[in-house]
């Protein structure tokens, strides 16, 4: 059984920076992609990034493009998500989650597939960014 456990939300001014991580117990496969999702409130929940561990090709969202950048420790099975820059509007609970490809790329992932659909899910962390 895999499971994601995240870390490393809090409160931070804007302009500010957190960094998250995702730490994955168990066997996620040889091809798999991780990520995050986002999810404001009053809000759907949204694909933020993902890289795939084959080759850690990653795909950003538009809105955190150039501010988010996603990285990985595949020796510690963690996954990190650096976000700079931050903005009131990033204010959401960022859930990790992954799934093995089946031959997809991290574009793909990312814009096509739903949280509930991933075949992991961690319980969230919450990011709250004021003004």
């Known amino acids: 059984e895999v499971q994601l456990v995240e870390s490393g939300g809090g409160l931070v001014q804007a302009g500010g920076s957190l960094r998250l991580s995702c730490v994955a117990s168990?066997?996620?496969?040889?091809?798999?992609?991780i990520g995050w999702f986002r999810q404001a409130p009053g809000k759907e929940r949204e694909g933020v990034s993902c890289i795939r561990s084959t080759d850690d090709s990653t795909y950003y969202a538009d809105s955190v493009k150039g501010r988010f950048t996603l990285s990985s420790n595949n020796a510690k099975n963690t996954v990190y998500l650096q976000m700079n820059s931050l903005k009131p509007e990033d204010t959401a609970v960022y859930y990790c989650?992954?799934?093995?490809?089946?031959?997809?790329?991290?574009?793909?992932?990312?814009?096509?597939?739903?949280?509930?659909?991933?075949?992991?899910r961690g319980k969230g962390t919450l990011v709250t960014v004021s003004s």
């Open positions: 989650a992954a799934s093995r490809t089946k031959g997809y790329g991290t574009s793909w992932w990312l814009l096509n597939v739903k949280f509930g659909n991933m075949d992991y």
């Open positions: 168990g066997f996620l496969g040889d091809d798999y992609v």
